[in-house]
């Protein structure tokens, strides 16, 4: 069975930045994808960024990218998402998940997401 884990939240100042880390324990089919959302209070949730496996995609939110970036580690089994120059409307609670047999027209949705995280909060504020 999958697991996902996130790590690396915490309080950062505007302007800041953060590496989250997902690390995906267990087995996964050869073709997946990691996904990053988030969600602020009283907010749906959002699409932060994703990577494909095997091809190694990549796909990051609108206004996002620029500032955030995906990273692996293989031999960590680790996904990680560099967030720089942050704002306050970036705090929220990041959870990675895995999607199954991901094509380009559903990285984005949420309810493709099989197997979530626990989540990590950021919250960025002077």
């Known amino acids: 069975q999958v697991q996902l884990v996130e790590s690396g939240g915490g309080l950062v100042q505007p302007g800041g930045s953060l590496r989250l880390s997902c690390t995906v324990s267990?087995?996964?089919?050869?073709?997946?994808?990691v996904g990053w959302f988030r969600q602020a209070p009283g907010k749906e949730h959002e699409f932060v960024a994703a990577?494909?496996?095997?091809?190694?995609?990549?796909y990051y939110g609108d206004s996002l990218k620029g500032r955030f970036t995906v990273s692996r580690d293989n031999a960590k089994n680790t996904l990680y998402l560099q967030m720089n120059n942050l704002k306050p409307e970036d705090s929220a609670v990041y959870y990675c998940?895995?999607?199954?047999?991901?094509?380009?027209?559903?990285?984005?949705?949420?309810?493709?997401?099989?197997?979530w995280g626990r989540g990590t909060q950021v919250t960025v504020s002077s």
């Open positions: 998940a895995r999607l199954l047999n991901p094509i380009s027209s559903t990285i984005r949705a949420r309810e493709r997401y099989d197997t």
């Open positions: 990577r494909r496996w095997p091809n190694g995609a990549l």
């Open positions: 267990g087995s996964t089919s050869n073709s997946y994808a």
